[in-house]
């Protein structure tokens, strides 16, 4: 499937020389689900030998030397396949283990279930080959009580104690069909072992309960603890006691969870720095296990992922978007449940009754760069019924320095969804360096209205674009439907996606009939639902390399996932993993006429006020800044200001004359750890991290989680929204800070605090 190495000339590869190596452990292992509709799943590997091929080269690549395998009744069904399939993996050193992940089993009534599974799948699939490369070395299982409903209605011990009998019945079970010798294998997270999780009456229950299951006549074989946190001082932390108390027979789960912040990982690189690292700290104490195969492949070119897996929007990478867009004024937050972000309409908007709607937008804070060469794929489906007069958009977007705008988009009118006639139609729009105040030009946007054979909005989509250096392709469900290549954007975009009704001069998607109500009893909610978000690298030949860096590093993509172009003993795979991005940072913030409360979470060697805010002089916008009891105006002799240098960590109110955008380069950032000092009464502070934050988290330090009403923490305002801590998040306008706003606080008593992640 991968190409085979050519003779390259080139010059920056050269500088990943003097990096790391990284995943040369041979002690790793990995859960090699079926996942159904996966590339990368066992359901589409298994059977088809290229792919099996490719699958093994990215095992020995990484020093994956054990797989865990969930084939469901394929051992039964398609016996041949998998004892091929294990043959396969015993040829190239690595040992195949059948994978049973059923938390049920716990419950006493299945067990019967559960040893059938096991005689089928398993004892009678070994013993019907002769060949012991066909068989699976041993059993893993996934059995997870927590993930029982009855979990956190006060019998968890007891649940805990049903898994060690399940456990104990598994290994009678095997005894009894003279499998006495059969190794078996569990999952467990890091915090069994904790009384705070899990009230043991004593630590001796609880040293008993783990020696039953590890100890030297232990049921089982080995754990692995699911050490699934961001940094490798948590990672420690979790795994120690079963470390020290059971060595050699802990091994230590990193999940491949890429791409959004409140995830695992920031990036694959990260995630196998810190098992080197594990692996260094531990020696042959421990193995590292890699959850998932599907996840750690796909995570190779990916930039941000969400799949609205939690039950609020990351503060960390989205905002929402509170401006008037059409006859909507945006502000309303998805609500997130059930792995699906849903973006309301609403027809009544209690802060301005019965003149605008109340609609939804959110952007990533993170840019994507077209150099970069990206894909942006979201999985849509709209919900019926949905009124005409409505636009549903997915589109990357920003307004540039010189207020200009770059987007491409990809719209659904609600008139068009509604039409027996239209509804397949779909609106793509792309700007580069669109001036609105000039207006339309051949070269600054484009527009086309394909037709989709088959498209119904109303079902669940899948809405690609992809950004190339010289067009832009749009796709859904995987089909072609547009090429443009005339007018594409320069300018790195957010990701946006939105929910709003336009004004009659949107005529294709306006409608008469939609109009805002007065009371809350004619409200009507309209919306869609995503599934999830992904901003990939284009990969177009498939080699896990992004497009991008090979052409960056070879000229072209002729070079292949294994070869070592720069004869260093380095794959180009671990050679693109291990790359350093380059980051600049530049402060940016647009700034809308009137007021704006804002801080700086970057420094400059020259914190003078007539630098700090140079950008907004030179586009003759600034009339005041306002500090603490302090003032800086242009118009006035300097010796008049009594604000002259910013201090970091603090707010600061901005007069512009004009929306304009506030620009500073040659900026470091600040130490996101830094104390601030708050004193009793109202602060005007700064939120000084490079990434947004849930209030709750950023300002835990003044918070009382177990009385919220003692919390020092009283109110906290600043984007014209407000939050106080023992009041309900229902209730609370302000849930997240981020970077580039002022903010007030109050406290009852001084205290020094640190912003937490």
Not at 95 to 100: G, H, K, M, T
Not at 155 to 176: A, E, N, Y
Not at 653 to 675: F, H, R
Request: glycine share 6%.
């Amino acid at each position: 499937m991968h190409k085979t190495k050519q003779s390259i000339t080139f010059t920056a590869f050269l500088l990943v020389l003097c990096l790391p190596v990284i995943g040369e452990s041979t002690n790793r292992g990995t859960w090699f689900w079926g996942e159904s509709g996966k590339e990368y799943g066992a359901i589409a590997i298994v059977g088809n030998t290229a792919r099996e091929n490719e699958a093994i080269a990215l095992f020995k690549e990484f020093g994956i030397s054990n797989v865990y395998g969930s084939y469901q009744n394929r051992p039964v069904s398609d016996a041949t396949v998998i004892a091929a399939w294990n043959t396969k993996l015993a040829n190239n050193g690595i040992e195949s283990f059948i994978l049973f992940s059923e938390e049920t089993w716990i419950r006493p009534i299945n067990r019967t279930n559960m040893k059938d599974k096991i005689r089928d799948r398993f004892l009678n699939f070994n013993a019907g080959r002769d060949n012991a490369d066909e068989h699976f070395k041993g059993i893993h299982f996934d059995l997870e009580p927590h993930r029982l409903p009855e979990w956190g209605t006060g019998i968890d011990k007891s649940l805990l104690f049903d898994l060690r009998t399940t456990f104990q019945d598994v290994r009678q079970f095997l005894i009894d069909n003279n499998a006495l010798n059969i190794p078996i294998f569990a999952d467990f997270p890091v915090w069994f072992d904790t009384s705070a999780n899990i009230a043991w009456n004593d630590d001796t229950e609880r040293n008993q309960w783990f020696d039953d299951l590890l100890g030297t006549s232990g049921i089982l074989n080995g754990i692995t603890l699911m050490a699934f946190e961001r940094s490798l001082s948590g990672i420690e932390s979790g795994i120690a006691w079963e470390i020290s108390r059971y060595p050699a027979k802990a091994r230590v789960a990193l999940e491949a969870d890429i791409g959004l912040n409140i995830s695992t990982w920031p990036d694959i690189k990260t995630m196998l720095q810190n098992a080197d690292q594990l692996e260094s700290n531990h020696g042959d104490k421990i193995g590292i296990d890699i959850q998932s195969f599907v996840q750690f492949v796909d995570s190779f070119t990916l930039s941000f992922r969400d799949n609205f897996s939690g039950n609020s929007l990351s503060c960390a990478d989205w905002s929402v978007d509170s401006n008037t867009l059409g006859r909507t004024q945006l502000g309303k937050r998805p609500l997130i449940g059930n792995g699906k972000a849903t973006f309301e309409f609403h027809t009544y908007n209690p802060k301005n009754a019965g003149n605008v709607f109340s609609g939804t937008q959110v952007h990533t804070d993170k840019k994507f760069s077209r150099a970069n060469l990206y894909e942006f794929e979201i999985v849509l489906d709209v919900d019926d019924p949905m009124a005409n007069g409505l636009v549903a958009a997915i589109f990357p977007f920003v307004t540039n320095d010189d207020l200009t705008s770059d987007k491409i988009n990809f719209e659904l009118l609600s008139n068009w969804i509604n039409d027996d006639n239209n509804n397949e139609k779909v609106q793509l729009v792309s700007w580069n360096d669109f001036d609105k105040s000039v207006g339309e030009t051949a070269a600054t946007k484009a527009e086309n209205f394909p037709s989709i054979s088959g498209f119904n909005a109303f079902n669940s989509n899948k809405f690609l674009i992809k950004w190339y250096e010289d067009r832009i392709e749009w796709y859904i469900n995987d089909g072609l439907i547009y090429t443009e290549n005339s007018v594409i954007p320069s300018d790195p975009m957010h990701l946006y996606l939105n929910i709003w009704a336009p004004l009659a001069s949107f005529s294709a998607a306006y409608s008469a009939d939609l109009q805002p109500q007065t009371s809350e009893n004619d409200n009507t909610t309209y919306s869609f639902q995503i599934d999830h978000a992904i901003v990939r690298f284009i990969d177009d030949d498939n080699d896990h390399l992004a497009d991008f860096w090979e052409i960056t590093n070879f000229g072209n993509l002729n070079s292949g996932t294994y070869d070592d172009n720069n004869n260093n003993g380095i794959s180009n795979i671990k050679e693109f993993i291990n790359r350093t991005d380059s980051h600049i940072f530049r402060f940016k913030k647009i700034l809308h006429r009137g007021w704006n409360f804002i801080s700086f979470n970057v420094f400059h060697t020259d914190q003078s006020v007539a630098n700090m805010f140079s950008s907004l002089m030179t586009q003759d916008a600034l009339k005041r800044v306002i500090g603490d009891d302090t003032s800086f105006d242009p118009s006035i002799p300097s010796a008049m200001s009594t604000l002259t240098s910013l201090e970091n960590g603090r707010g600061y109110w901005v007069e512009v004359s004009k929306n304009s955008i506030l620009l500073l380069d040659n900026v470091s950032p600040i130490d996101s750890t830094s104390t601030l000092s708050l004193k009793s009464g109202w602060n005007n502070v700064g939120y000084i991290r490079q990434q947004g934050s849930s209030i709750r988290t950023a300002l835990k330090d003044l918070i009382n989680e177990n009385d919220l009403a003692s919390s020092n923490l009283q109110f906290v305002y600043g984007e014209n929204k407000s939050f106080v801590p023992n009041s309900d998040d229902s209730i609370n306008t302000l849930l997240c800070l981020k970077p580039g706003n002022g903010y007030w606080i109050k406290v009852a008593t001084n205290q020094n605090f640190t912003y937490r992640n």
